[in-house]
């Protein structure tokens, strides 16, 4: 085994440069910090984080020359693990981490708006839900209430909580609402089923 640890000179003004500059690098550093005591082969890594193998070894050689990553030669294999001791890596991980809440936070925003109001059922649904969502995506939630006659009620609600997440996350909130007699024949069958399959309930909100 042979260690190839080096020893690099930090841009003090610039030291983030090298970690967001693109796309790739981020993508990698996210799967390394979601396992910061392992190491990775450099096929392996691009694997994880859905990357080509040629760009993540350029780019995993960027990080090691900023000091960020390091590597060991075992044989004709590089093995890749984080450098623990870089300046800015406690940060790096927290900032990964605080990325890795953000669903959660956004379910969490939803019940403080929801869970008073008289709503039998709420669920997030669509890509957000999948954890497969574009930069553009609405936030897609079902809600099922009791009857039309509780729907302005409903919609004051939605209106105040899609304020909230606008502001917070920036991603329009695109509301899906059921009362129970249109559930018992729905009009998209199909797509009552992906809700009831894929979705993630919204919790304290609902009395289902």
Do not use: C
């Not at 841009?11 to 910090?33: E, G, M, N």
């Not at 691009?46 to 900023?66: E, F, I, N």
């Not at 899906?176 to 018992?184: F, N």
């Amino acid at each position: 085994m042979i260690h190839m640890y080096q020893s690099n000179a930090m841009k003090f003004s610039t030291a983030l440069d090298p970690v967001f500059d693109s796309v790739t690098k981020v993508r990698l550093l996210r799967k390394l910090i979601s396992a910061p005591a392992r190491e990775w082969t450099g096929r392996e890594l691009a694997k994880a984080a859905g990357v080509s193998t040629a760009q993540a070894a350029r780019d995993l050689h960027d990080l090691s020359d900023a000091g960020i990553v390091e590597f060991e030669v075992h044989g004709r294999t590089f093995a890749w693990h984080l450098n623990h001791e870089f300046a800015l890596y406690p940060q790096l991980f927290q900032l990964f981490q605080r990325e890795a809440r953000l669903r959660p936070d956004l379910i969490h925003e939803l019940s403080l708006e929801l869970r008073s109001e008289p709503i039998r059922r709420a669920r997030l649904f669509g890509s957000v839900a999948r954890g497969d969502e574009r930069q553009d995506s609405d936030i897609d939630v079902f809600l099922e209430i009791r009857s039309a006659a509780e729907r302005p009620k409903i919609e004051d609600a939605i209106a105040r909580a899609r304020d909230r997440v606008w502001k917070k996350f920036g991603n329009p909130l695109a509301p899906l609402i059921y009362t129970s007699s249109k559930m018992r024949r729905p009009p998209n069958p199909a797509l009552m089923a992906t809700i009831d399959q894929e979705g993630i309930d919204i919790p304290e909100v609902g009395d289902g």
